[in-house]
């Protein structure tokens, strides 16, 4: 039995120890807070509602918030796209480039930024009177940053929009049309990913540890539940060849005048409302994408037939492992693009073209037959991993030592 002095001895000793780990936890939570700057993105979409306003640029609204000075410059080159930058204070212009000194504990920088883009004929981003489609990289350019070592950046976006309207990002949605971006291999967090705003219809699920939302303006012809279940069969086998594949995918789409197409980016991808789940010809688009969603580096400017050709050919692969197709689909599909990129002169363009990457997914289809399927993932994986981008030797290094000695299926 603990007498009762020693018990009161015991007690003291344990409050003394949980004030002082309580001090600890407030001292680091403090040091942590101090570290911290805070940065608010707000994009006012009201004008659309106005006449043609949705022709305009949109206002955008940019707040620095810190308790001292740790972020102390931002520097960009904006594109024609981007008018009216100004700032109370610290703001310059030289050589195309602008130049942001934030010389206090706050400061606000403003500027109109035309966000509907045309791709060839038709947008790849566009602001309607009913709903927006674009990417969030769009609201503010790359910058380049100056801050204090060991500083990071707690980054929202916010949108105020019209009546009705509603907002889907790739992040989680913190407040009414307000999210919190997240990039922790960055100072300052820049949003990315694929944007829709308007009257939304948006079907959501979680497949394979994926939150899935896919999101169309109300009333266009998008088959919603029909991509869920395509996504139902295919994204485990995906999550399969790509065990890092985001937790969080956003599909947008819409119908024209958007570009009949699909097109990736961070956890989000776009998709054309009349766009196929599988083409004739067997390969598929949605497939494509998110391989290239789940690569978290790029082919370098003369290897863009790396990227386009391994994407196309493991949207074969994927489906067919999935069981979407049978083997003699796959390899009538093969065949197929064997055929075509007959037409190819060469590989090593900055945009691969059709035949290129017909002619690139032959490629791959022999190096996977010539390392094996094990080798052939573990390949896939190194490249999906962040990191440079990769050129053709960097592909060939790769493979050699994925298969243990030289392979013979690359071009030289």
């Given at each position: 039995?603990?007498?009762?002095r020693?018990?009161?001895?015991?007690?003291?000793?344990?409050?003394?120890?949980?004030?002082?780990?309580?001090?600890?936890?407030?001292?680091?939570?403090?040091?942590?807070k101090?570290?911290?700057?805070?940065?608010?993105?707000?994009?006012?979409?009201?004008?659309?509602?106005?006449?043609e306003?949705?022709?305009a640029?949109?206002?955008?609204?940019?707040?620095v918030?810190?308790?001292?000075?740790?972020?102390?410059?931002?520097?960009w080159?904006?594109?024609?796209?981007?008018?009216?930058?100004?700032?109370?204070?610290?703001?310059?212009?030289?050589?195309?480039e602008?130049?942001?000194?934030?010389?206090?504990s706050?400061?606000?920088?403003?500027?109109?930024?035309?966000?509907?883009?045309?791709r060839?004929?038709?947008?790849?981003a566009?602001?309607?009177?009913?709903?927006?489609?674009?990417?969030?990289?769009?609201?503010?350019?790359?910058?380049a940053?100056?801050?204090?070592?060991?500083?990071?950046?707690?980054?929202?976006?916010?949108?105020?929009?019209?009546?009705?309207?509603?907002?889907?990002?790739?992040?989680?949605?913190?407040?009414?049309?307000?999210?919190?971006?997240?990039?922790?291999?960055?100072?300052?967090?820049?949003?990315t990913?694929?944007?829709?705003?308007?009257k939304?219809?948006?079907?959501?699920?979680?497949?394979?540890?994926?939150?899935?939302?896919?999101?169309?303006?109300?009333?266009?012809?998008?088959?919603?539940?029909?991509?869920?279940?395509?996504?139902t069969?295919?994204?485990?086998?995906?999550?399969?060849?790509?065990?890092?594949?985001?937790?969080?995918?956003?599909?947008?789409?819409?119908?024209?005048?958007?570009?009949?197409g699909?097109?990736?980016?961070?956890?989000s991808?776009?998709?054309?409302?009349e766009?196929?789940?599988?083409?004739?010809?067997?390969?598929?688009?949605?497939?494509?994408?998110?391989?290239?969603v789940a690569?978290?580096?790029?082919?370098?400017?003369?290897?863009?037939?790396i990227?386009?050709?391994?994407?196309?050919?493991l949207s074969?692969?994927?489906?067919?492992?999935a069981?979407?197709?049978?083997?003699?689909?796959l390899?009538?599909?093969?065949?197929?693009?064997?055929?075509?990129?007959?037409?190819?002169?060469?590989?090593?363009?900055?945009?691969?073209?059709?035949?290129?990457?017909?002619?690139?997914?032959?490629?791959?289809?022999?190096?996977?037959?010539?390392?094996?399927d094990?080798?052939?993932?573990?390949?896939?994986r190194?490249?999906?991993?962040p990191?440079?981008?990769?050129?053709?030797?960097?592909?060939?290094?790769?493979?050699?030592?994925a298969?243990?000695?030289?392979?013979?299926?690359?071009?030289?």
């Open positions: 039995m603990i007498h009762p020693s018990l009161k001895r015991l007690t003291l000793i344990a409050i003394a120890l949980l004030l002082s780990s309580g001090s600890s936890w407030a001292s680091d939570a403090g040091l942590a101090d570290r911290e700057y805070q940065i608010h993105i707000h994009a006012d979409f009201r004008h659309v509602a106005e006449n306003g949705h022709a640029c949109t206002p955008v609204t940019v707040e918030k810190q308790n001292r000075r740790l972020l102390r410059e931002l520097r080159r904006a594109p024609k796209s981007y008018q009216g930058f100004e700032a109370e204070s610290g703001l310059s212009h030289n050589n195309d602008w130049v942001w000194h934030i010389e206090r706050e400061g606000t920088l403003r500027y109109c930024v035309q966000l509907n883009h045309k060839g004929t038709r947008y790849d566009l602001i309607t009177p009913d709903w927006a489609t674009f990417r969030a990289d769009d609201l503010f350019p790359a910058t940053s100056v801050a204090l070592k060991g500083s990071y950046s707690e980054t929202t976006l916010r949108f105020t929009l019209p009546e009705g309207w509603s907002s889907i990002t790739q992040y989680p949605e913190t407040a009414e049309h307000m999210y919190t971006i997240t990039n922790p291999a960055r100072r300052f967090d820049r949003p990913g694929w944007v829709q705003l308007g939304l219809g948006v079907r959501r699920d979680k497949i394979a540890n994926t939150r899935i939302a896919v999101s169309a303006p109300i009333g266009q012809e998008l088959a919603r539940l029909e991509l869920i279940t395509f996504l069969f295919t994204l485990p086998t995906v999550r399969d060849w790509f065990p890092a594949f985001p937790d969080r995918l956003l599909i947008v789409s819409a119908e024209d005048p958007l570009w009949r699909a097109l990736s980016g961070p956890r991808l776009f998709l054309h409302a766009r196929p789940l599988v083409s004739e010809n067997g390969t598929s688009t949605v497939l494509h994408e998110l391989v290239h690569m978290q580096r790029q082919a370098t400017n003369d290897a863009d037939w990227d386009e050709g391994l994407a196309e050919y074969l692969v994927l489906l067919h492992r069981g979407g197709i049978t083997d003699q689909r390899a009538k599909a093969l065949s197929q693009q064997h055929e075509w990129g007959k037409q190819a002169e060469s590989l090593a363009k900055q945009s691969s073209q059709a035949e290129a990457t017909a002619r690139a997914v032959t490629v791959f289809a022999a190096l996977h037959e010539e390392m094996g094990s080798s052939f993932r573990q390949l896939v190194q490249l999906a991993e990191g440079p981008a990769v050129s053709a030797a960097a592909l060939r290094r790769y493979a050699d030592a298969h243990g000695k030289p392979v013979r299926s690359l071009p030289n």
